[in-house]
């Protein structure tokens, strides 16, 4: 199946924004691709202004939408180049 990019943002958006989706329930063929959108939307900036979503991966975690080990693995895709990420 093609990954596409609309379900990859509405799966990220979903995951780690609202909590109402998991990635262990969509599609295995979208779990990287969520990853990394989530690494290059979302980042860990703890000091950011409250009208972005900067602190998105840190809530997600902490509320539970995502687990340890999927936070490592989308804080693995920051340090790829962009580049090397999807595009939007």
């Not at 809530?59 to 490592?72: F, H, K, S």
Request: hydrophobic fraction near 40%; proline fraction near 3%.
């Amino acid at each position: 199946m093609a990954v596409l990019g609309f379900r990859t943002t509405n799966y990220a958006v979903c995951i780690y924004v609202h909590g109402t989706q998991r990635i262990a329930n969509i599609a295995s063929e979208y779990h990287e691709p969520v990853k990394q959108y989530a690494a290059k939307k979302y980042t860990i900036e703890h000091y950011a202004p409250e009208n972005n979503r900067t602190k998105q991966l840190d809530i997600a975690l902490a509320n539970g939408y995502i687990t340890v080990a999927e936070y490592d693995e989308t804080i693995a895709y920051m340090d790829t180049p962009l580049e090397m990420l999807i595009e939007d």
